[in-house]
Every structure is written in C-alpha cells, then in structure tokens.
C-alpha cells in the first residue's frame, strides 16, 4: 500500500507511506527524507500506529493507523496535529 500527502501551510512537505506487506516493511517518508523505517517480520498486529514530528518553521505532527480489517485489507487513518486528514483503504 501506498499513499502520498501534503501537509503545511508554512513549510509545504509532501509525506509519503509505503507498507509491503510481504516483506513487513513500513517507510514514511517527509520530501524524500526518510522518517520512519520498521520492519515487522511475524504477526501483524490489528492495529498499528506511526507518530512523527518533522518540520522546522512550523509544528507538524503526523500519526498514521493502520488498522487491519480482514485477512488481506487495511484502513490506514491520516491525522496532522489530531486533526483526520485521509482514510485510505488497502493491502
């Protein structure tokens, strides 16, 4: 699954979140830098959250969770600074 969103009024970034599922890789990246990277080889947990502060002229708190529906799918929910910015649904 993959998805891309821009955040910041002040200091635009553009943030993007990558989840292979085959390999249980998570990657979120802020204008190609790289924030966040995990790797959870066995057991998927049913829900699974990312906070990251990032930014330098403004505050940007960004949470992403992922909640897994059913075998194969998963809700992923967007928040900037406690604020719900996208839903996404995927693998």
């Known amino acids: ?7 910041g009024e002040v200091e635009p970034q553009r943030v993007e979140f990558s ?3 085959l390999l249980g890789r998570t990657v979120i990246r802020a ?3 790289e924030l966040k990277k995990t790797v959870r080889l066995f057991a998927e947990p049913l ?3 990312h906070v990251v502060d ?3 002229k ?3 708190e960004l949470k992403i969770e992922k909640q897994r529906e059913s075998m194969f799918g998963s ?3 967007v928040f900037v600074n406690d604020r719900l910015t996208g839903c ?3 693998l």
């Open 47 to 49: 829900l699974d959250v």
């Open 88 to 90: 996404f649904h995927g």
């Open 58 to 60: 403004e505050r940007i």
């Open 1 to 7: 699954m993959k998805f891309t969103i821009e955040v």
């Open 54 to 56: 990032f930014a330098e």
């Open 31 to 33: 204008n190609g830098r």
């Open 75 to 77: 809700r992923y929910l």
């Open 19 to 21: 989840f292979n599922q």
